[in-house]
């Protein structure tokens, strides 16, 4: 257990949906890292948030948004939903915002019908 | 976009052999790290090595790094039916003020008894 936890484990939506993914870091992290893993991308990193503030953007797209609390959790949310957008999700925390391992949630699993 | 190729795709040995993994990357980085999924369930953190390092053990793991080659390999020694997952390294690049963490395309490993 990385003490990353996500929530829900299993989301199941329309095209054209949106969605709330959530994650709590790691107590004492303060950044948080979003991912994608699907079968034809692979792992690609979205975002992050360092104590509430966006540091590194990825391959994230325009209907897709994140932001961090002040108790530091963090929500992904997934609009106008495509068929494409169906991935584990996975969050990752890190106590710094730079060069440190990373410790990863058990992830969001999220099918668009 | 995927940073880097892992080499091979998928490895199937008996317990107590060892595996080797290859990574190789594109482009400069700050540190290396190589992460663990077992099957659609969230990433383990292995072990992480720096640029200006060569090499580092963790436990059965060995991991090298060669920046001239931009390649690093991962070698699990004596393996068990436990070590049994997918294996993942990724390159972390500064990026302003944040850390993106970049993954390869994964090596599945099979350990059979």
């Known amino acids: 257990d990385s003490g990353v936890t996500q929530t829900p484990k299993h989301l199941i939506t329309a095209t054209g949906q949106r969605v709330t993914l959530r994650c709590s870091p790691r107590s004492g992290d303060l950044s948080v890292y979003w991912y994608q893993q699907s079968l034809d991308q692979g792992l690609q990193f979205l975002i ?15 209907r897709f948004s994140a932001q961090q609390f002040p108790d530091l959790h963090s929500e992904l949310n997934l609009s106008s939903l495509e068929l494409g957008d169906s991935a584990l999700y996975f969050c990752a925390s890190s106590f710094g915002p730079t060069y440190n ?13 | 976009s995927q940073q880097g190729e892992e080499d091979p795709q998928a490895l199937s040995i008996q317990e107590g052999e060892n595996a080797t993994m290859n990574c190789s990357y594109k482009t400069s980085i700050n540190n290396l790290q190589w992460y663990r999924q077992n099957s659609g369930r969230g990433l383990v953190h292995l072990i992480l090595i720096r640029s200006n390092e060569r090499e580092k053990h963790s ?13 690093s390999s991962l070698l699990i020694t004596a393996s068990r039916a436990a070590d049994t997952a997918s294996y993942f390294c990724a390159t972390d690049k500064l990026t302003g003020g944040g850390n993106k963490l970049t993954f390869g395309t994964g090596t599945q490993l099979k350990v059979e008894l």
């Open chain 1, 48 to 62: 992050q948030y360092y104590n509430g503030e966006e540091r590194a953007k990825g391959n994230i797209l325009e």
């Open chain 1, 101 to 113: 391992e990373q410790f990863f949630g058990p992830g969001t699993r999220l099918t668009v019908l």
């Open chain 2, 59 to 71: 436990g059965r793991l060995r991991v090298t790094l060669d920046t001239s080659k931009k390649s």
